[in-house]
């Protein structure tokens, strides 16, 4: 498995026989994606910083809102949440995703705008990899947007929350690969 950063909320998790993208944004935001394909993408909710599928080549599945999907054997889950932590009443609906991928379960929350409530922790439990937004550009949010035993988790990515985007020289988009990751690794 190899997990990139391309920027804002959005990751490509490029595993053996398959590639997805979560949240693609929009050259709005002043930076481009470059050049990706993948046949799968999320879409955690309907902002510009998280739902340009049109710039993901490769004629992709798109998965938005929750719900149960499983595409090119991989299982992937919608918990719905909120953008905000007023039930979704200033910045609406957000879709948490549970990705089962390459023998790993990684969670992307989105712009998750909460902390989780116990059903969606329930939901969220078996995660391996954590991708978490960071940080508070707006007062509404929390300064960590979820609860979580670190213990339980293999490793969790943490990303700056919009205000920050990466600008390599080579690229418009950073891509830093983890090292590799299996299940056995001895921390």
């Known amino acids: 498995m190899e997990i990139s950063w391309l920027g804002h909320s959005c990751f490509q998790l490029r595993g053996k026989n398959v590639t ?32 340009y599928a049109a710039g993901v080549g490769g004629n992709p599945h798109i998965v938005r809102g929750p719900g149960e999907y499983e595409i090119s054997d991989v299982l992937i889950t919608g918990v719905a ?32 705008g909460h902390t989780l409530q ?21 007062p509404r949010q929390p300064k960590s947007s979820a609860r979580w035993n670190p213990e339980s988790l293999y490793l969790c990515i943490t990303t700056p929350r919009q205000e920050r985007h990466p600008t390599p020289s080579t690229n418009s988009a950073a891509r830093w690969a983890l090292k590799p990751l299996t299940r056995n690794q001895n921390w």
């Open 20 to 51: 997805l993208i979560t949240d693609p944004f929009s050259p709005q935001l002043g930076h481009s994606l470059g050049k990706v394909n993948a046949p799968i993408v999320t879409i955690s909710h309907d902002h510009p910083g998280h739902n």
């Open 81 to 112: 949440s909120y953008h905000d932590n007023k039930r979704g009443q200033e910045l609406g609906r957000n879709t948490i995703y549970v990705i089962h991928m390459d023998d790993l379960i990684i969670c992307h929350l989105g712009d998750l």
């Open 118 to 138: 116990e059903e969606q922790l329930e939901e969220v439990a078996d995660a391996d990899i954590l991708l978490v937004p960071i940080g508070a550009t707006r």
